[in-house]
């Protein structure tokens, strides 16, 4: 039986996989081990996370995280290259954009071991985020590609790809949500609590509220910027109480350069997956500069504003509910205003973003391994 090696590296990877693992055992024709790379070492990554996931715990953990951009990418890659040689995989899967998605794939190229890239394709144009070299030099290399919207698959076209290697899919991301909101649905918010973390919030009662997220560098290093977006989001709560679970580096800055977010906008500390789903599903905005939070406010119809110059899912603004605002806090308050008046974009789930990616990869994965094994 085939053997693939299903690469993560930081928590949102995770919940990119759990679709493939579920949709791997539903097979059953294909084995499979769960790699963490370490890249993102987080200590609410327990049995509990991994049970909302719906999947086994990683069959192996690297610690090959920390340090620089090279240092932690260098890390990985003597990591993994040692474990392929040990126990060689007939395929290696990387999702997304992190360090560890380009690390594991040069390894494994390098290997001759065939490489599967979920999310390829997708492309922002800018050269200064990190993501966007990982999505060039991962897809560069890669053997099959999984794709999520039609803006990839042109990409892709445009940098040569053959076109028996391009297999637009639907997205894992949206299988993920739906799958867990089905999940919170049925079990009416059972072990979260729900209620009294909504009440504590202030949020009880059916009351509107917008949720926050911001991370990006470019967002959040710069003092200028950082304070001219906290401008924006005071403005919009006078109006919306926002919540704002804040990423370490955001709360660090936001006190290193001495800005306040005012009385109306409530910072807490990073929420558990369903937590956080809980807390954004049922909201009247949701503003942040997150490429994944972008897909699943789309998925699930909630209306969205994106903090960014830019995008590299582009049919979250064509056909979802995403506003690609930019970072001016004259258009970002624009956007806000016009949604909480009710004259925002209704928006529609884009083509194959039904829940069935997952098993659609699978079956590719199982007819290329078998074709590869026969020759």
Same mark, same amino acid.
């Given at each position: 039986?085939?053997?693939?090696?299903?690469?993560?590296?930081?928590?949102?990877?995770?919940?990119?996989?759990?679709?493939?693992?579920?949709?791997?055992?539903?097979?059953?024709?294909?084995?499979?081990?769960?790699?963490?790379?370490?890249?993102? #070492?987080?200590?609410?990554?327990?049995?509990?996370?991994?049970?909302?996931?719906?999947?086994?715990?990683?069959?192996?953990?690297?610690?090959?995280?920390?340090?620089?951009?090279?240092?932690?990418?260098?890390?990985?890659?003597?990591?993994?290259?040692?474990?392929?040689?040990?126990?060689?995989?007939?395929?290696?899967?990387?999702?997304?954009?992190?360090?560890?998605?380009?690390?594991?794939?040069?390894?494994?190229?390098?290997?001759?071991?065939?490489?599967?890239?979920?999310?390829?394709?997708?492309?922002?144009?800018?050269?200064?985020?990190?993501?966007?070299?990982?999505?060039?030099?991962?897809?560069?290399?890669?053997?099959?590609?999984?794709?999520?919207?039609?803006?990839?698959?042109?990409?892709?076209?445009?940098?040569?790809?053959?076109?028996?290697?391009?297999? #637009?899919?639907?997205?894992?991301?949206?299988?993920?949500?739906?799958?867990?909101?089905?999940?919170?649905?049925?079990?009416?918010?059972?072990?979260?609590?729900?209620?009294?973390?909504?009440?504590?919030?202030?949020?009880?009662?059916?009351?509107? #509220?917008?949720?926050?997220?911001?991370?990006?560098?470019?967002?959040?290093?710069?003092?200028?910027?950082?304070?001219?977006?906290?401008?924006?989001?005071?403005?919009?709560?006078?109006?919306?109480?926002?919540?704002?679970?804040?990423?370490?580096?955001?709360?660090?800055?936001?006190?290193?350069?001495?800005?306040?977010?005012?009385?109306?906008?409530?910072?807490?500390?990073?929420?558990? #997956?369903?937590?956080?789903?809980?807390?954004?599903?049922?909201?009247?905005?949701?503003?942040?500069?997150?490429?994944?939070?972008?897909?699943?406010?789309?998925?699930?119809?909630?209306?969205?504003?994106?903090?960014?110059?830019?995008?590299?899912?582009?049919?979250?603004?064509?056909?979802?509910?995403?506003?690609?605002?930019?970072?001016?806090?004259?258009?970002?308050?624009?956007?806000?205003?016009?949604?909480?008046?009710?004259?925002?974009?209704?928006?529609?789930?884009?083509?194959?973003?039904?829940?069935?990616?997952?098993?659609?990869?699978?079956?590719?994965?199982?007819?290329?391994?078998?074709?590869?094994?026969?020759?």
């Amino acid at each position: 039986m085939a053997m693939i090696y299903l690469v993560a590296g930081a928590r949102p990877n995770f919940m990119k996989i759990a679709p493939i693992v579920r949709a791997l055992q539903a097979h059953g024709g294909l084995s499979f081990k769960i790699i963490h790379t370490g890249q993102h #070492y987080d200590r609410e990554m327990n049995d509990v996370f991994f049970e909302e996931l719906g999947i086994p715990q990683p069959d192996l953990f690297m610690a090959a995280g920390g340090g620089s951009h090279a240092q932690q990418t260098a890390k990985i890659m003597l990591a993994f290259e040692e474990l392929c040689i040990a126990q060689r995989p007939d395929a290696v899967l990387v999702v997304g954009d992190v360090n560890s998605t380009l690390a594991c794939s040069i390894v494994a190229k390098k290997l001759t071991i065939p490489v599967a890239h979920v999310e390829a394709g997708l492309r922002s144009g800018d050269m200064s985020m990190p993501e966007e070299i990982n999505r060039l030099v991962t897809d560069s290399i890669s053997d099959w590609f999984f794709v999520t919207e039609p803006s990839a698959v042109e990409h892709l076209r445009r940098e040569g790809k053959p076109e028996a290697a391009v297999h #637009y899919v639907g997205h894992v991301m949206v299988d993920n949500v739906l799958f867990q909101a089905n999940k919170l649905a049925a079990s009416g918010g059972a072990g979260l609590d729900s209620a009294a973390i909504k009440a504590d919030l202030g949020l009880s009662g059916g009351k509107r #509220y917008g949720v926050v997220t911001l991370h990006r560098p470019s967002n959040v290093d710069d003092a200028a910027m950082l304070g001219q977006l906290a401008g924006a989001l005071r403005e919009i709560a006078r109006e919306l109480p926002l919540v704002f679970p804040v990423h370490p580096r955001t709360r660090a800055n936001l006190e290193k350069f001495d800005i306040s977010l005012g009385p109306d906008i409530t910072l807490v500390g990073p929420q558990g #997956y369903m937590a956080f789903l809980d807390l954004w599903k049922d909201a009247a905005l949701v503003l942040t500069d997150s490429g994944g939070l972008q897909e699943e406010t789309t998925a699930l119809g909630v209306p969205c504003v994106t903090l960014r110059e830019n995008t590299e899912r582009p049919v979250t603004v064509e056909e979802g509910t995403n506003v690609l605002a930019g970072t001016s806090p004259q258009a970002i308050t624009a956007a806000a205003a016009q949604i909480l008046r009710g004259e925002g974009k209704q928006g529609r789930r884009p083509h194959l973003w039904d829940g069935k990616a997952a098993e659609r990869i699978v079956a590719v994965l199982d007819k290329e391994l078998t074709k590869e094994r026969t020759v």
